[in-house]
């Protein structure tokens, strides 16, 4: 039963009822109680419990096995689309010749098949013909690391060693009944412009009407991402050589689309087409024919071969052949496996065997030609013996600080390979062509050029023309490209 009193009634009872003090304690039974304020600190309290990290399950103990109820969750389904076969390698060898969003550079002059040895031209940056630009697309000439795709158009620097160049096609091109052929190997520094002075050479080899071979890169052929299989036309062969049907079918296709002349040249009525497996028409072009055998990679190579022996039958034009990444056709082994399992020789491929026939001279050029490889400082296995035998051949040579540096000599008790030493060892000679830097007037010229692109905001003047030589290692076109126009890209 509730009290009758209430909470005003105590308070007011010492007024209006005035009645002893233990009286009224010992009427009113109520105890009220307070709790004292404390100052214990609050890590001294008990702590919470901590929350479990198995979701409520029970932790089995070392050296025991745990009963898993229940089907184990799935890790989430990769929704995303997976690039098709080779479109990586499409996207990394994309390139980009035009960029309608850059500046557009007036009055800039092609390079022709007359000024291309004019050395009033020297230090200036010339246009490729548009003419010529899906021709060289087709031989992989442009790199995806030259930034081809930051100018309106694509334009090349006409250095000394290109009008050098230029002078010595037009003198192998010269009717003057006598062929000439030239084999050159281009060498230097990391980014001293050794490709590009390859994709100069072969744009005047097209002006002049030339027929086109590139290899572009020796690592493709190498790397043993291709199909191949053992070739033997002779029972006594030795060594076995090896074939690619693919990149041979590959490599017609770029035949027929880089020499357009091709197709008002018709097949010999003296060669025999015995060899390949389909009839052949007796007036077909070659054109057509590069074509026939880049649409089959089982017939490819002897359609290759065929086409090789028209191209160098009297009466055509001079030819060049190219090749890029040298030092992986001189390398001891390849990424493809002989059936004892050792690893194929580089010149045990077929490709590679015809190129080096050419180079070292064992194969010559009736009509002529030009027979030129570059080497490569950035992507390069090591080949001791390409190194002493291009070092031979150049002999001396000085640097741009005026150091001499001195040619090197076989080490007897180191081993070389007798096969690339035997290839530069040849009686015909073959040039080394060494690539320095860049002149202070050349790197004027190339900087005035990104400056009218838009690529170099600054004035140009001769300390700023002296300070960019220097930082880029004594004009090395690579490193000054990088430290201005890749800072910008």
């Known amino acids: 039963?509730?009290?009758?009193?209430?909470?005003?009634?105590?308070?007011?009872?010492?007024?209006?009822?005035?009645?002893?003090?233990?009286?009224?304690?010992?009427?009113?039974?109520?105890?009220?109680?307070?709790?004292?304020?404390?100052?214990?600190?609050?890590?001294?309290?008990?702590?919470?419990?901590?929350?479990?990290?198995?979701?409520?399950?029970?932790?089995?103990?070392?050296?025991?096995?745990?009963?898993?109820?229940?089907?184990?969750?799935?890790?989430?389904?990769?929704?995303?689309?997976?690039?098709?076969?080779?479109?990586?390698?499409?996207?990394?060898?994309?390139?980009?010749?035009?960029?309608?969003?850059?500046?557009?550079?007036?009055?800039?002059?092609d390079i022709d098949e007359e000024n291309m040895f004019d050395r009033r031209l020297e230090g200036h940056v010339v246009?490729?013909?548009?003419?010529?630009?899906?021709?060289?697309?087709?031989?992989?000439?442009?790199?995806?690391?030259?930034?081809?795709?930051?100018?309106?158009?694509?334009?090349?620097?006409?250095?000394?060693?290109?009008?050098?160049?230029?002078?010595?096609?037009?003198?192998?091109?010269?009717?003057?009944?006598?062929?000439?052929?030239?084999?050159?190997?281009?060498?230097?520094?990391?980014?001293?412009g050794k490709s590009m002075v390859l994709l100069q050479a072969?744009?005047?080899?097209?002006?002049?009407?030339?027929?086109?071979?590139?290899?572009?890169?020796?690592?493709?052929?190498?790397?043993?991402?291709?199909?191949?299989?053992?070739?033997?036309?002779?029972?006594?062969?030795?060594?076995?050589?090896?074939?690619?049907?693919?990149?041979?079918?590959?490599?017609?296709?770029?035949?027929?689309?880089?020499?357009?002349?091709?197709?008002?040249?018709?097949?010999?009525?003296?060669?025999?087409?015995?060899?390949?497996?389909?009839?052949?028409?007796?007036?077909?072009?070659?054109?057509?024919?590069?074509?026939?055998?880049?649409?089959?990679?089982e017939i490819a190579y002897q359609i290759f071969d065929l086409l090789i022996t028209e191209i160098l039958a009297p009466g055509r034009p001079p030819v060049f052949f190219g090749l890029d990444g040298l030092a992986h056709a001189m390398q001891p082994g390849t990424g493809y496996t002989a059936p004892n399992l050792k690893p194929i020789h580089p010149h045990d491929l077929t490709v590679l065997n015809w190129y080096l026939s050419f180079l070292s001279g064992k194969s010559d050029l009736p009509n002529g030609g030009i027979v030129m490889a570059a080497t490569s400082q950035s992507n390069a296995p090591r080949a001791p013996a390409l190194e002493v035998a291009l070092s031979q051949l150049e002999g001396d040579y000085t640097t741009l600080a005026g150091q001499v540096v001195p040619k090197k000599e076989i080490v007897p008790l180191m081993r070389y390979d007798e096969r690339v030493l035997e290839t530069f060892s040849g009686g015909k000679s073959i040039e080394v062509q060494r690539l320095e830097g860049l002149s202070k007037e050349e790197a004027r010229g190339l900087l005035e050029y990104w400056a009218r692109s838009g690529m170099v905001r600054e004035r140009i003047s001769e300390g700023f023309v002296g300070e960019k030589w220097a930082m880029s290692g004594g004009g090395l076109v690579g490193e000054l490209e990088r430290a201005i126009v890749g800072m910008r890209a």
Not at 7 to 32: F, G
Not at 257 to 264: E, G, Q
Request: proline share 10%.
């Open 127 to 192: 246009g490729i013909p548009e003419a010529l630009v899906d021709r060289l697309r087709a031989v992989e000439a442009f790199k995806p690391v030259q930034r081809w795709g930051l100018f309106w158009r694509p334009g090349t620097l006409m250095r000394r060693e290109t009008v050098d160049m230029g002078k010595m096609i037009a003198d192998v091109s010269s009717n003057d009944g006598s062929s000439r052929t030239v084999r050159r190997v281009l060498v230097g520094e990391r980014r001293s």
């Open 1 to 109: 039963m509730a009290s009758s009193l209430c909470w005003r009634c105590l308070s007011n009872a010492s007024t209006q009822y005035p009645i002893h003090a233990a009286a009224t304690r010992s009427r009113l039974s109520i105890h009220i109680t307070f709790r004292a304020f404390s100052t214990t600190p609050s890590a001294l309290l008990p702590q919470p419990p901590k929350k479990s990290t198995t979701g409520g399950k029970q932790i089995p103990q070392k050296g025991r096995k745990a009963l898993v109820i229940g089907k184990p969750k799935r890790p989430p389904e990769n929704r995303s689309r997976r690039p098709a076969p080779g479109e990586r390698k499409a996207h990394r060898k994309r390139i980009v010749l035009s960029n309608v969003n850059a500046i557009k550079v007036s009055g800039m002059q």
């Open 202 to 297: 072969l744009t005047m080899a097209m002006l002049k009407g030339w027929t086109v071979i590139n290899l572009p890169e020796a690592q493709e052929i190498t790397i043993g991402h291709t199909p191949y299989t053992p070739y033997t036309p002779f029972p006594s062969s030795s060594p076995v050589q090896y074939i690619q049907p693919a990149y041979f079918s590959r490599l017609l296709r770029q035949i027929s689309n880089a020499n357009p002349h091709l197709a008002d040249i018709q097949l010999s009525q003296s060669q025999s087409t015995s060899s390949i497996p389909i009839p052949i028409a007796p007036n077909i072009s070659l054109s057509r024919l590069a074509t026939l055998g880049a649409s089959d990679p």
